[in-house]
């Protein structure tokens, strides 16, 4: 089985940063691609950033410029690094691996259980 455990999520003061961790149970580059989604609530879950096996990067644009995603192989973790940070940013973030399709045909994703950031003052 495959664990993704986020951590680095607190209370931030608006304008404020923070870097969010997923360290993962094997290689993350045996995954096709690792990314960061976020729920706040009454809200849909939605991508915040994307990172693939080969460095190709995706950002929302309500953080593009302020968000960074990066990997350390060699603690098989992955890194959000968010700055100014904003109100509307509080939500639940959690930490994905996408490893492909099984011989089946279904996604093989694999999800954390999340880490709470709140931006307030």
């Known amino acids: 089985q495959v664990q993704l455990v986020e951590s680095g999520g607190g209370l931030v003061q608006p304008g404020g940063s923070l870097r969010l961790s997923c360290a993962a149970s094997r290689s993350i580059f045996s995954f096709n691609a690792m990314g960061w989604y976020r729920q706040a609530p009454g809200k849909q879950r939605e991508l915040v950033a994307r990172?693939?096996?080969?460095?190709?990067?995706v950002y929302a644009d309500s953080v593009k410029g302020r968000s960074a995603i990066s990997r350390d192989s060699a603690k098989n973790t992955m890194y959000l690094q968010m700055s100014s940070l904003k109100p509307e940013d509080t939500a639940v973030y959690y930490c994905?691996?996408?490893?492909?399709?099984?011989?089946?045909?279904?996604?093989?994703?694999?999800w954390g259980q999340g880490t709470q950031v709140t931006v307030s003052s």
């Open positions: 994905n691996a996408f490893g492909g399709y099984t011989p089946q045909g279904g996604r093989s994703d694999y």
């Open positions: 990172i693939t096996s080969i460095g190709a990067t």
